[in-house]
């Protein structure tokens, strides 16, 4: 098998009035089926714009961007939104919910685009749920919802057209430490029993620690690519934080 995705002297430019701001200068990156990597960096580093060029959400300016052997970068926008719906889960920090509508109706969003019965939408949605630890909790809008409780629908939302790659943007950026350790554990969990390659953007080393490879972003390049031997399991610390009592 090869690489899920490479990326080859991949440039990115901006035009800001009359001044050209390059945002990624000459990144080449390969991440295989089965990792879980992070990208970290300050902001400014670029990671945020490899991201959504990894994401299809933008293109690049120059240089060659492969995902799963198909060259993307040059498809056009209905190809492009093609690919993020049945290729790439997204997880945002800031969830991303329908506010009127329940955990069930916005996992199942995915799925209305690609022909799906409503019979089939509500039985993934509802498996989805399920794999985030949300069983019984279809039928609750966002505002019933915990932060984290609404992160989960968020992962399962994508996860529910079982993508090759899922990429998370600052998952934890809006929760509490205990939570964050929570959401960290679901997708080292995916990771780790479902092979899902995932790529966790974050600005947090302490968020990186949990990651088996982390790659360095700084003023648009990657200055640093390493392998983590021994990363930090989120669910035996979550596991051994002392229980909150109930007020």
């Known amino acids: 098998m090869g690489a ?9 430019l901006y035009r800001v009035g009359s001044v050209t701001v390059p945002a990624l200068r000459g990144v080449s ?6 990792e879980l990597v992070a990208i970290m960096g300050a902001s400014g580093s670029g990671k945020s714009t490899l991201m959504h060029i990894l994401g299809c959400l933008d293109r690049p300016t120059s240089g060659r961007y492969l995902l799963q052997g198909q060259e993307v970068g040059d498809l056009p926008r209905d190809a492009l939104a093609a690919i993020r719906n049945r290729q790439i889960g997204f997880v945002f920090q800031a969830f991303h919910l329908l506010p009127r509508a329940t955990a069930l109706v916005n996992v199942e969003l995915p799925l209305l685009y690609n022909g799906s019965s409503p019979v089939e939408r509500r039985r993934r949605a509802a498996e989805a749920l399920g794999a985030v630890g949300l069983a019984g909790r279809e039928a609750h809008r966002p505002n019933q919802l915990s932060g984290g409780e609404q992160q989960r629908v968020a992962i399962a ?3 529910v057209n079982d993508p090759a790659l899922l990429l998370a943007d600052e998952p934890t950026g809006n929760l509490d430490s205990r939570t964050s350790l929570e959401i960290i554990a679901i997708l080292q969990g995916l ?14 080393a302490e968020i990186a620690a949990f990651a088996s490879r982390v790659v360095q972003c700084r003023d648009g390049r990657i200055v640093a690519d390493r392998t983590v031997p021994a990363p930090r399991d989120a669910r035996a610390e979550a596991a051994a934080l002392p229980r909150e009592e109930a007020p």
């Open 29 to 34: 990156l390969t991440v295989e089926p089965g």
């Open 191 to 204: 990771n780790r029993e479902r092979g899902l390659t995932v790529v966790v953007v974050t600005h947090e």
């Open 157 to 159: 939302r994508a996860l």
């Open 4 to 12: 899920l995705l490479q990326l080859s002297n991949v440039t990115k």
